[in-house]
């Protein structure tokens, strides 16, 4: 048999059936429609749930979140993951360049930090999917085909049903492109794991769908999700508002500029020129019909609202604020759900200054998050009101973190009545000490304030210093005082105390 340079199964999309994982596990067979209901039920539920673990729900992006995801499946696996898709540098910006649609990068970046490392098996097809190609542009086109045409090295210990079906949907990203003959598409820094990702979504035309697979093959636990805060198929670029009047167009821009589409972003602090005025709001923007770059509204995706409505604890992440946190909030129904609730609702500080934050104190961070939820500077018709205590009710901070905890600043905001845990020797003034819960002496420093008759939580946490980025969390001290929080949240609702 005569095969072309990405081998026979490029030539030929029903390649794809005859995959036994998919047809066995999956059940595809021969339909590219996968209703949404069906994806739910097999990729969102589990039968087997363990109630005694809490359950969390964590807006983040794809990075600053990722190096605790490790020691938060400790604590418990019942976690929805909420992430934008309006990412748009490196390897996700040349994939949605030439096949449009939602960014996926930070998807599945949490996808493979999430997956399955109890095999040999399973390490293989994490290697496989988070393998990054050379920057040399040549040397990257080179390594692609041989990845593709199965005879790299990665494949070494992937399965002839895990080999076969990933390599399907490598062979029908590659068939889009070059069905692209107008695009020339730069595999330079490319991500494998986004190829097999783009190929199944746009298979598919479903993002759900696409995130179901990814699952499915990189065995993610089925307590575990992983859901884009917009389920769409269209383009989205995050747009930015300065206080300035200053206009910024696309996530990277706003956040970490570069000079070319596949150059690697630079997480460096002193990477980046700071930004000429402070961040006023952030919003979608879309070319999709027959306008230009224009202001949209999408909708926010349906699970995430569910989710919203019955986990123990919501967490705002750590990471860029702007950028990562807010495009996840500005949407209308996250704020109206979250204000409702009286659970755990806890910011992680960020243990250094970026970008996007530059001379920012803890009450700004506590003052953006309320504002992307309210949508104060929005549709004025549509916009809330609600404090920031109803949105905000426990802060983590970083031991010897950066951001200033302007306890004033915070008291002209309502907090009235600080109420802190000491350690062995402290002496703070203060009008109240009150032991919410036991906790380490040596890791913790437990400070509480009030607004609106409501209790706002300073909890400070063991740190890193990382040379890159600064100060982070040291995750195993992070994850145990949001145990300890939930804990304390679960045991009352049990107990009615």
């Known amino acids: 048999m005569a095969d072309t340079i990405l081998g026979p199964s490029f030539s030929s999309s029903n390649s794809i059936f005859t995959s036994p994982l998919l047809v066995k596990k999956f059940n595809f067979h021969s339909s590219k429609s996968l209703s949404m209901a069906a994806i739910h039920c097999h990729c969102f539920s589990d039968s087997n749930p ?7 729900l964590v807006f983040s992006g794809g990075t600053a979140f990722n190096g605790v995801v490790e020691e938060l499946k400790k604590l418990t696996t019942r976690v929805a993951h909420v992430l934008p898709v309006s990412d748009d540098g490196g390897s996700t910006a040349e994939i949605v360049r030439v096949l449009g649609g939602p960014a996926v990068g930070d998807i599945r970046s949490r996808c493979l ?3 399955d490392q109890s095999s040999s098996e399973a390490l293989a097809v994490r290697k496989l999917l988070g393998h990054r190609l050379p920057l040399d542009l040549q040397k990257a086109k080179s390594e692609w085909y041989n990845i593709a ?21 490598l062979a029908y990203f590659q068939n889009e492109i070059l069905r692209r003959r107008n695009e020339s598409f730069c595999f330079s820094n490319g991500s494998i794991g986004n190829f097999f990702f783009a190929g199944a979504r746009i298979f598919f035309q479903s993002l759900d769908a ?20 917009i389920s769409t198929n269209d383009r989205l670029t995050l747009g930015c508002e300065l206080w300035d009047g200053t206009v910024i167009r696309g996530q990277n821009e706003i956040s970490h500029p570069t000079n070319g589409f596949m150059e690697p972003v630079k997480k460096e602090r002193s990477s980046v020129p700071a930004l000429p005025s402070r961040i006023k709001r952030v919003f979608y923007m ?16 349906p699970v995430v609202l569910e989710q919203l409505r019955s986990v123990d604890c919501i967490v705002y992440a750590m990471g860029s604020l702007f950028t990562s946190i807010c495009p996840s909030l500005v949407l209308r129904g996250i704020g109206e759900i979250i204000s409702s609730r009286s659970c755990p609702k806890v910011l992680l500080l960020n243990g250094s200054q970026d970008r996007e934050t530059s001379g920012f104190s803890a009450s700004s961070f506590v003052t953006a998050i309320t504002d992307a939820l309210n949508q104060t500077y929005g549709d004025p018709h549509i916009s809330l009101k609600n404090s920031p205590s109803q949105y905000i009710n426990t ?10 905890l302007d306890i004033q ?11 802190c845990m000491l350690t062995v020797m402290d002496r703070i003034n203060i009008r109240q000490v009150h032991f919410l819960f036991p906790f380490d002496k040596n890791k913790l420093l437990h400070m509480s304030s009030r607004i609106n008759n409501q209790t706002i939580l300073q909890v400070t946490v063991d740190s890193i210093h990382d040379p890159k980025v600064g100060i ?26």
């Open 50 to 56: 363990n109630p005694t673990r809490p359950s969390l």
């Open 113 to 115: 930090r999430l997956s």
């Open 149 to 169: 045409e199965g005879e790299h090295t990665l494949w070494k210990g992937v399965s002839r049903p895990y080999r076969e079906t990933i390599r399907a949907f």
């Open 210 to 229: 696409a995130i179901f697979l990814f699952s499915r093959v990189s065995d993610i636990p089925s307590e575990s999700l992983v859901l884009p805060v």
């Open 286 to 301: 879309s070319s999709e019909g027959s306008n230009l770059l224009h202001e949209v509204f999408p909708t926010v995706n």
């Open 395 to 404: 802060l983590l901070v970083p031991k010897e973190g950066e951001i200033p």
């Open 409 to 419: 600043c915070l008291a002209s905001q309502g907090i009235f009545d600080v109420v």
């Open 472 to 497: 982070i969390f040291d995750p195993q001290s992070l994850i145990q005082a949001i145990a300890d929080l939930v804990g304390r949240y679960m045991s009352t609702n049990v107990t009615g105390a």
